[in-house]
């Protein structure tokens, strides 16, 4: 892996840290990971095992160090990395669509793998009733891929529109 690619994925990552920290919470507090967002980004940049490695690894420990779920820090670490290689693995297997329909696919099921996955952690860390899971999911989960997936579409198209920029100069 490239070191140019290694700090634009550090860099995505940043971005995404920043958006989390300056998006007002949507429901009891719970606020959309951005930082997933920045995640898919960087996959899209770099479609590798060790680029999932490093920006899910980056993700995680992010938005651990941001979270106010109670068990988010153990949920975070699993979450980021199980989508990281979710997405890793849609986007080789969606290779020959167009990035106008695989980016919001990608971004939206990303987002629900995300949620889920961080959810059933986070219930299991605390011990909650199982109830939760789906008011959570519905309430959270569902308008986070919303949201996400317009955002990761957005982000996506300014970071190609730069890059291009950058590579014709």
């Known amino acids: 892996?490239?070191?140019k690619t290694?700090?634009?994925t550090s860099l995505l990552?940043?971005?995404?840290?920043?958006?989390?920290?300056?998006?007002?919470p949507i429901v009891g507090g719970m606020k959309p990971d951005f930082l997933l967002s920045m995640l898919f980004v960087a996959l899209y940049i770099e479609n590798s095992p060790?680029?999932?490695v490093i920006a899910g690894l980056l993700a995680g420990?992010?938005?651990?160090?941001?979270t106010g779920f109670p068990g988010g820090q153990v949920a975070n670490m699993a979450d980021k990395m199980v989508t990281a290689f979710a997405v890793y693995f849609m986007i080789k297997a969606m290779n020959k669509l167009n990035n106008n329909i695989k980016v919001p696919i990608t971004a939206a099921v990303?987002?629900?793998i995300s949620g889920t996955v961080f959810l059933g952690t986070a219930l299991l860390v605390i011990g909650s009733l199982p109830v939760a899971f789906p008011?959570?999911?519905?309430?959270?989960v569902l308008p986070a891929a919303a949201i996400n997936t317009f955002t990761t579409y957005i982000?996506?198209?300014?970071?190609f529109s730069a890059r291009n920029a950058v590579r014709r100069a």
């Not at 990552?13 to 007002?24: C, E, K, N, S």
């Not at 420990?61 to 941001?66: C, M, P, Q």
């Not at 982000?155 to 970071?159: L, S, T």
Request: glycine share 4%.
């Open 1 to 3: 892996m490239k070191l």
């Open 6 to 8: 290694m700090v634009t």
């Open 13 to 24: 990552m940043a971005i995404g840290l920043v958006l989390h920290q300056i998006v007002p």
């Open 50 to 52: 060790k680029n999932a």
């Open 61 to 66: 420990i992010f938005s651990a160090l941001t």
């Open 110 to 112: 990303g987002t629900i």
């Open 135 to 140: 008011v959570l999911f519905t309430t959270i």
């Open 155 to 159: 982000c996506y198209n300014v970071v």
